[in-house]
C-alpha cells in the first residue's frame, strides 16, 4: 500500500522549488519539472473533488485519478533526485542506520540526494525514500 | 560473504530446520526453488568474473540483466517465505527508526519477519529488508 500524498506538502514543495528556481540555485532542475508538479497538485485537488461526489463512479474515478497522480509524482521526485545526484560532485552516497523493533542494528546505503530530498521536500519525500531510497541494504551493523 | 554464498547458507538453515522437523509451515518446494536459484546466482557470479577478466563488456551486460531478473525471484520467494512465517507467528508490525546520518529520524515500521530472515539469510535478505521496511513518516531533525 503506497502512502498517501498530502496536496498541501506538495503545494509548500512547488513553491520552495520556484523560488529557489528563480534565483538561479537549481540551474540543474531538469526543465519542466516544476510546471509538471504543479499540473499534478492541480490533479490531486480534482481528485479529492471528485472523492468527495456521492456519485459511485465519480468516487472511482477520483480512486484512479489519485493513484495515477501519486505515481506520477513519485517518478517526478526520482527525477529530480537523479539530476541532483548526476550533477558533478554530488555522487556521494549517505550512510544510514536502520533500527529494527527488537533492536537489530542495520547499516543502509542511501541515494546520495536522500538529505536533499528530506530537507526539500518533507513529508512529501517519504513517497520517493520508500521506493528509491536504500541503494544497498547491508547487515547487522 | 557474497549473495550466492549466504543464499546457500540461508538454504543449508532452512533445510536442516526441515530435517529437523521445526518448519513445517514453510511452503512445499520453496526451498528446492531458493537452492536452485542460489546455484544460479553461483553460476552467474562466476561467469561475471570471467566477462570481466576477458573484457567483455556485453557479457557483463547479460550477467547484470540475469542478476537483476534473480533478485526479483529472490525478493518474490523470500517474500513467500515471510508470509508463512508471519501465519505462523502472527502479524504485529512495530516501530523501527531510520537515522540518516545528517542526523534525520524516520520512523518504519518493518516486516514482522525481517529479523528471523537475516538470522537465516544473512546480507542475501538485505534487499528485501527494506523492500518491506514501510516509511511511516519523516520527522526533521531531531
Known amino acids: 500500500?503506497?502512502?498517501r500524498i498530502n496536496p498541501d506538502d506538495l503545494a509548500a514543495a512547488v513553491a520552495r522549488l520556484a523560488v529557489l528556481s528563480a534565483t538561479g540555485a537549481l540551474v540543474w532542475l531538469p526543465a519542466g519539472v516544476v510546471d509538471e508538479l504543479t499540473e499534478l497538485h492541480q490533479a490531486l485537488g480534482d481528485a479529492e473533488q471528485w472523492a468527495e461526489s456521492s456519485d459511485p463512479i465519480e468516487r472511482q474515478r477520483a480512486t484512479a485519478r489519485r493513484l495515477h497522480t501519486e505515481s506520477a509524482v513519485v517518478e517526478a521526485l526520482a527525477l529530480i533526485a537523479h539530476a541532483y545526484q548526476t550533477w558533478p560532485g554530488r555522487a556521494r552516497r549517505h550512510l544510514a542506520t536502520l533500527t529494527l523493533p527488537d533492536g537489530t542494528s542495520l547499516s543502509v546505503v542511501m541515494h546520495p540526494a536522500m538529505t536533499w530530498m528530506l530537507e526539500?521536500?518533507?513529508?512529501?519525500?517519504?513517497?520517493?525514500?520508500?521506493?528509491?531510497?536504500?541503494?544497498?541494504?547491508?547487515?547487522?551493523? | 560473504m557474497s549473495v550466492s554464498a549466504a543464499l546457500s547458507a540461508g538454504v543449508a538453515?532452512?533445510?536442516?530446520?526441515q530435517a529437523m522437523g521445526e518448519l513445517a509451515w514453510l511452503p512445499?518446494?520453496?526451498?528446492?526453488?531458493?537452492?536452485?536459484?542460489?546455484?544460479?546466482?553461483?553460476?552467474?557470479?562466476?561467469?561475471?568474473?570471467?566477462?570481466?577478466?576477458?573484457?567483455?563488456?556485453?557479457?557483463?551486460?547479460?550477467?547484470?540483466?540475469?542478476?537483476?531478473?534473480?533478485?526479483m525471484e529472490l525478493r518474490a520467494l523470500l517474500g513467500t517465505v515471510a508470509e508463512a512465517y508471519m501465519g505462523q507467528m502472527g502479524y504485529h508490525r512495530d516501530e523501527g527508526t531510520l537515522t540518516l546520518s545528517s542526523g534525520h529520524a524516520i520512523r518504519v515500521d518493518p516486516h514482522p519477519a525481517t529479523s528471523w530472515l537475516l538470522d537465516v539469510f544473512g546480507a542475501a535478505a538485505g534487499r528485501w529488508v527494506w523492500d518491506h521496511a514501510l516509511i511511516a513518516g519523516v520527522a526533521v531533525r531531531p
Open chain 1, 1 to 3: 500500500m503506497s502512502p
Open chain 1, 120 to 141: 526539500m521536500f518533507g513529508p512529501l519525500a517519504h513517497v520517493w525514500l520508500r521506493y528509491h531510497g536504500a541503494v544497498s541494504t547491508v547487515v547487522r551493523s
Open chain 2, 13 to 17: 538453515r532452512l533445510s536442516l530446520g
Open chain 2, 28 to 71: 512445499e518446494g520453496t526451498v528446492d526453488e531458493l537452492a536452485t536459484l542460489a546455484d544460479h546466482w553461483a553460476e552467474n557470479e562466476a561467469r561475471w568474473s570471467a566477462y570481466k577478466a576477458e573484457w567483455d563488456a556485453l557479457g557483463q551486460t547479460q550477467c547484470h540483466q540475469q542478476l537483476h531478473d534473480m533478485g
